[in-house]
């Protein structure tokens, strides 16, 4: 049976002046968006697009994760708590943010990137898919370093013992997660876009990857204490992440009937 190793949680201190290992892990995955970004940038495999394009995209995509990661959490995990504390609700640096209202921020704000560059939604979404996995499996690490969001009790062999959670030894989730979200999605996603894809497939297979591969990995990890299990004995997580799945679906079959369509008939060919 392993322990978790209890890191500190702060990286570097200078003073008052601390550095969470959480917030670097946010740091690596800004880096591995424009690292990525621009490689597929150069790569021309969606046209009209250049490396510096992606640094602008980056701050409009950093407003969106923190302003609709937090707003999501108060209100998808929170909503009555935050009503009766809404002084707490800007203090991220206490925790709290929420994958699915951050999703919904970075839609927003790549939607004002679109229109300031004139170009269509779904293009860019289309380019920011394959670029985001990485960043949330770095996410994950943080989660892992801090020892939080753990597993629920089982007796595999490389179940781990979290403290703060107990005695009783758990799945480590956040591991799982990165797998699942971090590496699994990333390869699928980065594999699929090597080719030119008919508008919004790209798009569709992330949420489609995204809320498939956090559905399962929420049977491992123990509900929030405050939600418990929810309907059907589903948990927050999984309930997020259905709408996705099914928006998934839609938006790749939407895409590729619209190729479809566009592809001219032979008789088209012929005149």
Request: aromatic letters at 16%.
């Amino acid at each position: 049976m392993l322990v978790h190793p209890q890191f500190d949680p702060i990286a570097i201190q200078i003073g008052p002046v601390a550095v969470r290992w959480y917030g670097i892990m946010y740091l690596v995955g800004f880096a591995l968006f424009v690292t990525l970004g621009k490689l597929r940038a150069r790569q021309n495999l969606l046209t009209g697009w250049h490396p510096r394009d992606v640094d602008d995209m980056l701050w409009f995509g950093i407003f969106g994760v923190i302003l609709g990661g937090r707003l999501g959490y108060v209100l998808f995990y929170k909503p009555f708590y935050y009503l009766a504390h809404p002084a707490e609700i800007i203090q991220v640096w206490a925790g709290g943010m929420s994958f699915h209202g951050g999703f919904i921020g970075v839609l927003i704000a790549l939607w004002l990137f679109a229109r300031r560059r004139h170009k269509p939604w779904l293009a860019v979404t289309d380019f920011v898919a394959p670029l985001i996995p990485l960043g949330l499996g770095a996410g994950r690490i943080g989660n892992f370093i801090n020892g939080e969001l753990w597993g629920r009790v089982t007796d595999v062999p490389w179940a781990m013992v979290f403290p703060p959670a107990g005695p009783l030894p758990r799945h480590p989730s956040q591991l799982y997660e990165f797998l699942l979200e971090g590496v699994v999605l990333f390869l699928l996603l980065w594999t699929y876009t090597e080719r030119r894809r008919p508008l919004g497939a790209a798009s569709g297979l992330f949420l489609l990857g995204y809320g498939a591969c956090r559905f399962v990995a929420e049977y491992a990890r123990e509900p929030d204490n405050f939600l418990g299990y929810l309907a059907f004995g589903f948990t927050m997580g999984q309930w997020l992440s259905m709408p996705m799945i099914a928006a998934g679906v839609m938006m790749m079959m939407w895409a590729y009937r619209r190729a479809g369509k566009a592809q001219p008939t032979v008789i088209d060919r012929l005149k």
